[in-house]
Structures are given as structure tokens and as C-alpha cells.
């Protein structure tokens, strides 16, 4: 029965092949960790959130400090306002959208830091 057995496990071990190598795997692009927006926090107090990105355009409403908006775009240009230049932001905050002068904005790379700051800073 010893040599049956000795027999059995020393055929399995013979027979075993070893593992190849995983070579580099290739992933299709996931939405979810692509980076699609950009967040803000406001950082001036009543900032306005214009309706074309001017001063001279019609002001939508006000965001105060502390706000978190989502970035969706900005302009490739910068203007001088305030002695600073800086780009406009079009930004969302609830059913709010508008300009922003970017200036008055702390930019972060996801809404959970932005939501930090705001937070660090209330």
C-alpha cells in the first residue's frame, strides 16, 4: 500500500507543470476612475456667478464661502480683474449654473477634497 501510495503522490508531482507567467494585462478605460470634473471650493465671500464669463454679463446669482461647486469647464484664456489674472470657471452648484472668476476659487481634483477644505473651513 506504501508503494502504491509513494507511487501515486511522486506521478502527481511529476506531472505538474509549472505556472507560466502573467504577462501585463491590458484593461478596457473605466468611467468611474476616469477624471471627468474638476471641484471648487469658494473662497470669496458672495462671490457672483455670471451668466457668460465677464464681469460686464448678466449676474446669475451669489455663492458664499465654503460652497463646493463642480468645475465643468474653463476658459483658455485669462483675464485681469482686481489686479489678478486668472480664467474663468463654469461651474454648477445645485440648479445654479454660471461664470466664475477662478481667482476667487480653490480648485481639487475630487469632490471629497474639495468637501474637506469646505469643511476646514467652516
Known amino acids: 500500500m506504501r508503494l502504491f501510495l509513494s507511487l501515486f503522490i511522486l506521478f502527481v508531482l511529476l506531472s505538474c507543470d509549472k505556472p507560466e507567467p502573467i504577462g501585463q494585462i491590458d484593461l478596457p478605460s473605466n468611467p468611474i476612475l476616469t477624471k471627468d470634473y ?42 485681469r480683474l482686481d489686479n489678478i489674472n486668472a480664467p474663468w470657471h463654469k461651474v454648477e ?27 476646514a473651513t467652516r
Open 38 to 79: 474638476e471641484y471648487g471650493v469658494i473662497k470669496s465671500a458672495y462671490l457672483r456667478v455670471f451668466a457668460e464669463p465677464t464681469r460686464d454679463s448678466e449676474v446669475e446669482t451669489r455663492l458664499r464661502p465654503g460652497y463646493v461647486v463642480k468645475i465643468v469647464s474653463t476658459t483658455a484664456w485669462q483675464e
Open 93 to 119: 452648484y445645485k440648479d445654479v449654473n454660471g461664470w466664475v472668476f477662478g481667482a476667487y476659487v480653490d480648485k481639487y481634483d475630487s469632490i471629497f477634497q474639495a468637501e474637506a477644505a469646505s469643511e
